[in-house]
């Protein structure tokens, strides 16, 4: 049974990770407002705040979700971008994250999902935890087996408009506290 964990301070070698607060906002607009970083979200379409679509099948965090933690270099602080564990149901949650693009390549990605799945299964006390993405985003793929999560599933694209990939589909990532714990050793 899943016992209720408050969002922790989350210390990796290159990020700190803290709950989210109005204050960084702008930061995830600015994520939002980038092509590139929304191109396996919507194609590519920059989104303003004002125009935004509530009912998008993708998180766009303002600073109030009780879910949503901020990355930030643990040197200077500069902004990274952000992470999620969002609780499904009972024992089940789905990781979600977003970094400027200023950012990628660099392992920062696998670093702060890491960070965030021990937490998930240590503190928050998760079973299973599982990611999505397009077929065809395989950054985001290679996190999510970096991680050590396995693929489960691939499924038709059946959120919003069509984009460029999304005629492959989605696929599906799971991991298991048990496969977590024995990929650690323990």
């Not at 609780?87 to 920062?108: I, K, M, Q, T, V």
């Amino acid at each position: 049974m899943m016992r209720f964990a408050a969002l922790a301070l989350l210390q990796t070698t290159r990020l700190t990770l803290r709950p989210s607060m109005p204050a960084d906002a702008a930061d995830f607009r600015a994520l939002e407002r980038d092509p590139e970083v929304m191109r396996y979200l919507n194609g590519g379409h920059p989104v303003d705040q004002e125009e935004a679509d509530p009912d998008a099948p993708f998180l766009m965090p303002r600073g109030t979700e009780p879910h949503v933690w901020t990355a930030r270099l643990a040197a200077g602080e500069a902004f990274v971008g952000w992470f999620c564990l969002w609780p499904e149901d009972d024992g089940l949650a789905e990781l979600g994250y977003r970094l400027a693009r200023a950012f990628w390549g660099r392992g920062l990605a696998s670093e702060g999902a890491a960070a965030l799945i021990a937490w998930g299964f240590t503190a928050a006390g998760y079973g299973r935890i599982v990611s999505t993405t397009m077929v065809v985003n395989q950054g985001s793929r290679r996190v999510m087996e970096k991680i050590g999560m396995t693929h489960t599933r691939t499924v038709p694209f059946t959120s919003g408009d069509p984009i460029p990939g999304s005629e492959q589909g989605d696929v599906w990532y799971e991991l298991t506290r048990a496969a977590w714990q024995a990929g650690r050793g323990h």
